[in-house]
């Protein structure tokens, strides 16, 4: 188990950490999901000791890490950066771990326990080359690898998958969680990518400017996002966001489109609705909306659709079966439903903060 209390970290007069809060369980996955210098990898840091915060309490296992050296705190971390041996083989460096005082193996058992991490990570045809003869995508294994071969109370995972392929990252990310040894153990994984945490993580927090903004299981982010911020983080294509005003019966937006969400907040108040693209569809049952095609993408099996709504700019993208929307041409009326209970609803977005989610009746 990881609890980080008011962790406050400054480099100079850069805030980097400020009064982080964040707990994972133990055997949990937990992603921690944010932009470049959002405080992601300086988190991972505090955890493993190899930065010091200027102030707040790191908890493993219910024992306080003050004053506790990294080598003693009993994590592996994998660096983004590798951090590896360049002039030793790939066996070596996946055996080094295994080597020292304190995780020493017999050779045998070092061999076999190497053996099975390097075929479920797919390099095992690579074990006698140098390392640094490999690829960059071949060293992130290796370097991921060296992390898991070795027991720990925790992983901490700095974008171990960020320098792969699309297509290996995929299959990585299926392999990941099956491994045995993450499956047993806290592992604290920091990435940039929505699919990679949505794909991965037991639970989510998302960290912003230094501070966790919200965690929640994948349902509890993607349908109570806290702002529009993180609904923007996760979707692909991003969230329909549309200005409107609430009304008497629901909210009015730009163009005169009327939708029908019950905002807990006072007529004339300036909101922003979100509708996914994956729950706006051409056809079926629910609130009626109409425009006509501004744009189509081919993506494979699908569409996505742009539609300008009513007489307005307004535009909204949706994903549909590439059946139904291969003959669509832009100018063409369309016809668009939208349940009310996929509805979402923020307040306007401020310059000073993103506009905070509005319970809707």
């Known amino acids: 188990m990881i609890t980080l209390s008011g962790i406050r970290k400054t480099y100079g007069r850069t805030v980097a950490l400020d009064e982080l809060e964040l707990e994972v369980a133990e055997g949990e996955f937990f992603c921690l999901l944010g932009p470049s210098g959002a405080g992601k990898t300086t988190t991972l840091k505090t955890v493993a000791g190899l930065e010091q915060p200027d102030s707040g309490t790191v908890v493993l296992d219910g024992e306080d890490m003050r004053g506790v050296e990294p080598y003693d705190r009993g994590v592996a971390m994998c660096f983004e950066s590798y951090a590896l041996y360049p002039h030793r083989s790939a066996y070596d460096n996946l055996a080094s771990p295994l080597r020292s005082p304190r995780h ?8 076999q326990r190497i053996g099975a991490i390097a075929e479920l990570l797919g390099i095992s045809g690579l074990l006698d080359r140098p390392v640094g003869r490999l690829s960059n995508g071949q060293r ?22 960020s320098h792969l392929d699309a297509k290996l990252r995929q299959q990585m ?12 153990t806290t592992t604290l994984y920091v990435t940039h990518d929505s699919v990679e945490a949505l794909a991965l993580g037991d639970r989510i927090g998302v960290i912003r400017e230094g501070r966790i903004v919200q965690t929640g299981t994948r349902e509890e982010i993607w349908y109570r996002p806290h702002d529009t911020e993180v609904a923007r983080a996760f979707g692909r294509p991003r969230i329909n966001l549309l200005p409107g005003v609430v009304t008497e019966s629901g909210v009015r937006s730009d163009g005169g489109v009327e939708l029908p969400v019950r905002a807990q907040a006072p007529a004339g108040t300036e909101v922003l609705v979100g509708l996914r693209p994956r729950d706006v569809a051409l056809h079926g049952e629910g609130h009626e909306l109409t425009g006509t095609v501004y744009v189509t993408e081919v993506l494979g099996r699908s569409v996505e659709v742009t539609v300008r709504l009513g007489a307005g700019e307004q535009r909204v993208s949706l994903v549909a079966p590439r059946a139904d929307a291969a003959r669509l041409r832009p100018d063409d ?13 923020f307040e306007a977005d401020r310059p000073e903060r993103p506009g905070r989610r509005i319970e809707t009746q």
């Open 173 to 184: 990310r299926a392999e990941l969680k099956a491994i045995g040894a993450v499956q047993h």
């Open 333 to 345: 009326p369309v016809r668009l439903v939208v349940r009310p209970e996929n509805l979402l609803l």
């Open 140 to 161: 992130q294994r290796v370097a991921l690898g060296r992390v898991l071969v070795r027991p720990a109370r925790a992983f901490l995972l700095d974008e171990p998958l």
């Open 104 to 111: 020493r193996l017999p050779a045998a058992e070092a061999r």
